[in-house]
Protein backbone atom coordinates (compact mmCIF):
# COMPACT_ATOMS: atom_id res chain seq x y z
CA UNK A 1 0.00 0.00 0.00
CA UNK A 2 3.33 2.43 0.44
CA UNK A 3 4.18 2.60 -3.16
CA UNK A 4 -0.18 3.35 -3.83
CA UNK A 5 -0.08 6.09 -1.33
CA UNK A 6 3.37 7.36 -2.91
CA UNK A 7 1.74 7.71 -6.51
CA UNK A 8 -1.51 9.04 -5.04
CA UNK A 9 0.62 12.00 -2.80
CA UNK A 10 2.23 12.78 -6.61
CA UNK A 11 -0.80 12.73 -8.41
CA UNK A 12 -2.49 14.95 -5.37
CA UNK A 13 0.56 16.94 -6.11
CA UNK A 14 0.67 17.39 -9.95
CA UNK A 15 -3.54 18.43 -9.69
CA UNK A 16 -2.68 20.93 -7.05
CA UNK A 17 0.26 22.46 -9.16
CA UNK A 18 -2.28 22.41 -12.51
CA UNK A 19 -4.90 24.64 -9.93
CA UNK A 20 -1.85 27.17 -9.62
CA UNK A 21 -1.30 27.38 -13.16
CA UNK A 22 -5.22 27.54 -13.52
CA UNK A 23 -4.96 30.49 -11.38
CA UNK A 24 -2.04 32.06 -13.05
CA UNK A 25 -3.43 32.05 -16.61
CA UNK A 26 -6.74 33.64 -14.63
CA UNK A 27 -4.51 36.64 -13.63
CA UNK A 28 -2.40 36.13 -16.90
CA UNK A 29 -6.09 36.89 -19.08
CA UNK A 30 -7.59 39.59 -16.69
CA UNK A 31 -3.87 41.45 -17.09
CA UNK A 32 -4.14 40.94 -20.76
CA UNK A 33 -7.94 42.28 -20.93
CA UNK A 34 -6.75 45.31 -19.09
CA UNK A 35 -3.50 45.67 -21.17
CA UNK A 36 -5.87 45.12 -24.20
CA UNK A 37 -8.11 48.33 -23.10
CA UNK A 38 -5.12 50.31 -22.22
CA UNK A 39 -3.72 49.76 -25.75
CA UNK A 40 -6.53 50.43 -27.85
CA UNK A 41 -7.31 53.76 -26.24
CA UNK A 42 -3.59 54.89 -26.01
CA UNK A 43 -2.55 53.73 -29.16
CA UNK A 44 -3.55 55.79 -32.10
CA UNK A 45 -2.43 55.79 -35.49
CA UNK A 46 -2.37 59.46 -35.58
CA UNK A 47 0.16 59.45 -32.71
CA UNK A 48 2.75 57.58 -34.61
CA UNK A 49 4.70 59.11 -37.66
CA UNK A 50 4.05 56.41 -40.24
CA UNK A 51 2.95 52.87 -40.56
CA UNK A 52 6.48 51.17 -39.86
CA UNK A 53 6.94 52.40 -36.48
CA UNK A 54 2.95 51.58 -35.97
CA UNK A 55 3.30 48.11 -36.96
CA UNK A 56 7.24 47.95 -34.65
CA UNK A 57 4.36 49.26 -31.68
CA UNK A 58 2.40 46.39 -32.82
CA UNK A 59 4.72 43.54 -33.29
CA UNK A 60 6.29 44.60 -29.85
CA UNK A 61 2.96 43.66 -28.28
CA UNK A 62 2.68 40.62 -29.87
CA UNK A 63 5.88 39.38 -29.15
CA UNK A 64 5.32 39.87 -25.16
CA UNK A 65 2.14 37.79 -26.00
CA UNK A 66 4.35 35.23 -28.08
CA UNK A 67 6.43 34.70 -25.10
CA UNK A 68 3.84 34.58 -22.52
CA UNK A 69 2.51 31.39 -24.45
CA UNK A 70 5.32 30.15 -25.38
CA UNK A 71 6.77 29.94 -21.92
CA UNK A 72 3.23 28.34 -20.28
CA UNK A 73 3.53 25.40 -23.19
CA UNK A 74 6.58 24.85 -22.00
CA UNK A 75 5.52 24.29 -18.31
CA UNK A 76 3.12 22.45 -19.54
CA UNK A 77 4.98 20.01 -21.52
CA UNK A 78 7.00 19.86 -18.09
CA UNK A 79 4.94 18.99 -15.97
CA UNK A 80 3.09 16.66 -18.33
CA UNK A 81 6.60 14.72 -19.28
CA UNK A 82 6.95 14.28 -15.28
CA UNK A 83 3.94 12.78 -15.08
CA UNK A 84 4.33 10.69 -18.18
CA UNK A 85 7.12 9.71 -16.77
CA UNK A 86 5.64 8.81 -13.44
CA UNK A 87 2.90 6.59 -15.36
CA UNK A 88 5.44 4.36 -17.09
CA UNK A 89 7.58 3.75 -14.01
CA UNK A 90 5.24 1.16 -12.74
CA UNK A 91 6.62 -2.55 -13.11
CA UNK A 92 6.29 -3.50 -16.72
CA UNK A 93 5.71 -7.25 -16.17
CA UNK A 94 2.81 -6.76 -13.68
CA UNK A 95 0.52 -5.29 -16.55
CA UNK A 96 -0.99 -2.78 -14.49
CA UNK A 97 1.10 0.30 -15.43
CA UNK A 98 1.83 0.79 -12.03
CA UNK A 99 -0.69 1.31 -10.08
CA UNK A 100 -1.73 -2.08 -9.11
CA UNK A 101 -5.68 -1.96 -8.46
CA UNK A 102 -5.98 2.24 -8.56
CA UNK A 103 -6.64 2.17 -12.28
CA UNK A 104 -9.06 -0.36 -12.14
CA UNK A 105 -7.76 -3.23 -13.45
CA UNK A 106 -8.39 -5.73 -10.25
CA UNK A 107 -10.65 -6.08 -7.52
CA UNK A 108 -10.28 -2.83 -5.48
CA UNK A 109 -7.85 -1.14 -3.32
CA UNK A 110 -6.94 -3.63 -0.51
Known amino acids: MGREADYLRIL?????VQEQVAAILEAKAFEAEKAKSWITKQTNPTL???QDELLKQV????ESVLEVIEGIT??????S???????DKGDAGDGMDGFGDLMGSGGGMR
Do not use: D, I, P
Open 12 to 16: EAAAL
Open 48 to 50: FHG
Open 59 to 62: GAFH
Open 74 to 79: KMELGL
Open 81 to 87: RNLKALL
